[in-house]
């Protein structure tokens, strides 16, 4: 059975990988035969899951920003559309906190948004009733850590900031934070080890290699080890102590395919095997133990593949495909015991 590449050409259809059998184990490698997403699955309906929940968000839809969300469904393998957000924008920052979705910031039009939305999984709706933003910006960074949200950088249609605000979902408040030591547009973040990275970007003119670190305890950012390589709009995640960001773009504007990961440890970065794809505006997550590669666009066109990463082999393998293409959408992945929808 043949397969229409995405750069065109025409290739055998690659073996699929499922989660069903992808993940047996932390390493990937159970002596079990026995999936414990498959496990877990089996000792209840189909319509109900308590393990991850993985939701892409937004990004372009042919020349217009999208609204579109899909929901990834393990019990069937495929993922699905599910309720739509209010505000199409590009640009859009997302994250999940205690059980939603946010989105944050983002542009349509060449027009900057300070809005939020929040989805709930229990009633599939999305609602405009948080607090926005200080300040209208796209290509913010916004995760999640210590039971709030934060919000980092961005472009605010002049130039990269350096903003830094805190959101606190039981107030439905943000505050100020120390802002970064760099001004930052389309970077990666992650949480590790009780800290806040934020990783590369561009900071209104040139690429970043520069990486630096939050410590909420003491209010104060500090200067990491760089990165292999200049990159912004590359995907990131932390996943088995380490902090993995693939894909993105140089400061020639070359798409990429490197990967690299940083060691907080030896306080150091190393190479990683490359992604099979140029990957720009991709999303990583780690989804019921496993790390991602979800989407983006490879220079000529725009990406549905996915692709699973094995530690232990240091190799990327095909997984699957997104319903639909998703160029600068945005993954968010919820860890809770909930019934889907």
Request: hydrophobic share 35%; glycine share 8%; proline share 5%.
């Amino acid at each position: 059975m043949g397969l229409h590449h995405e750069h065109g050409a025409s290739m055998e259809e690659p073996e699929r990988c499922d989660l069903q059998t992808a993940v047996q184990s932390p390493a990937n490698h159970a002596t079990s035969t026995a999936s414990p997403i498959n496990a877990r699955l089996s000792r209840r309906p189909a319509s109900e899951a308590h393990g991850d929940m993985m939701f892409m968000v937004g990004g372009w839809m042919q020349s217009d920003p999208s609204f579109l969300v899909e929901r990834f469904c393990p019990d069937v393998n495929e993922w699905r559309s599910t309720a739509h957000v209010f505000n199409n924008r590009a640009g859009v920052a997302v994250a999940a906190l205690e059980g939603r979705i946010y989105t944050a910031g983002g542009e349509n039009n060449a027009q900057r948004y300070s809005s939020v939305e929040r989805y709930s999984p229990d009633s599939d709706c999305w609602s405009t009733d948080v607090a926005p933003l200080s300040s209208p910006r796209s290509g913010v960074c916004l995760v999640a850590m210590d039971g709030y949200l934060y919000a980092a950088g961005g472009h605010d249609g002049f130039t990269a900031v350096n903003i830094v605000e805190r959101y606190d979902p039981h107030t439905n408040e943000w505050s100020k934070q120390p802002p970064m030591l760099t001004r930052r547009s389309r970077a990666a973040a992650a949480v590790l080890q009780g800290h806040l990275y934020v990783i590369g970007g561009n900071d209104g003119e040139n690429a970043l290699s520069s990486v630096e670190r939050y410590d909420p305890l003491e209010g104060t950012w500090s200067v990491c080890s760089h990165m292999l390589s200049p990159r912004e709009s590359a995907g990131c995640a932390a996943y088995m102590g380490h902090i993995y960001v693939a894909g993105g773009k140089d400061e020639l504007n070359l798409k990429l395919c490197s990967a690299e990961r940083f060691d907080p440890c030896e306080m150091r970065w190393s190479s990683v095997k490359c992604m099979r794809s140029k990957r720009e505006s991709v999303s990583l997550a780690v989804f019921n133990g496993v790390l991602l590669a979800i989407g983006g666009h490879d220079g000529d066109s725009d990406l549905k593949s996915i692709d699973i990463y094995d530690h232990e082999t240091n190799s990327w393998r095909y997984f699957g495909s997104l319903k639909s293409k998703h160029p600068g959408g945005r993954v968010a992945v919820l860890r809770l015991n909930t019934t889907l929808i």
